[in-house]
């Protein structure tokens, strides 16, 4: 396994001897890389709304979140939904406690039908 690695990957892999251990490594890496693209997305997003319909701002989170799935790092539904309100701007701060404070958690259909609804009032 080692020596087909290149030279980024090797120097990870000093004092690794099982096959055991080269896969966690190496998995421990792409995943904490995925996790940081996430995180970054993440915050992009909070301010994302400003100004755009909330049809708009759905579809590109869809498209961003799809994007993740394809390279097979498919994002959980809560953290769609965390994703979802954190880029909602303070006019949806009553919405976003509400959908917070329910016991049984939205399915992202019924968020975006609720957020359509929501945006219609204000």
């Given at each position: 396994?080692?020596?087909?690695?290149?030279?980024?990957?090797?120097?990870?892999?000093?004092?690794?001897?099982?096959?055991?251990?080269?896969w966690q490594t190496l998995h421990t890496h792409f995943t904490s890389n995925i996790c940081a693209q996430i995180k970054k997305f993440c915050l992009r997003l909070k301010t994302s709304k400003q100004d755009r319909s909330i049809n708009t701002?759905?579809?590109?989170?869809?498209?961003?979140?799809?994007?993740?799935?394809?390279?097979?790092?498919?994002?959980?539904?809560?953290?769609?939904?965390?994703?979802?309100?954190?880029?909602?701007?303070?006019?949806?701060?009553?919405?976003?406690?509400?959908?917070?404070?329910?016991?049984?958690?939205?399915?992202?259909?019924?968020?975006?039908?609720?957020?359509?609804?929501?945006?219609?009032?204000?």
């Open positions: 396994m080692l020596a087909s690695m290149t030279n980024p990957f090797l120097t990870k892999m000093v004092g690794l001897q099982l096959s055991s251990q080269i701002y759905l579809l590109d989170l869809k498209k961003i979140i799809d994007s993740f799935a394809a390279i097979g790092a498919p994002v959980s539904i809560n953290n769609q939904v965390k994703v979802i309100l954190d880029g909602l701007s303070e006019d949806y701060d009553p919405f976003v406690a509400s959908i917070m404070s329910r016991l049984e958690p939205c399915t992202i259909n019924e968020i975006e039908a609720l957020l359509v609804a929501q945006e219609e009032r204000l």
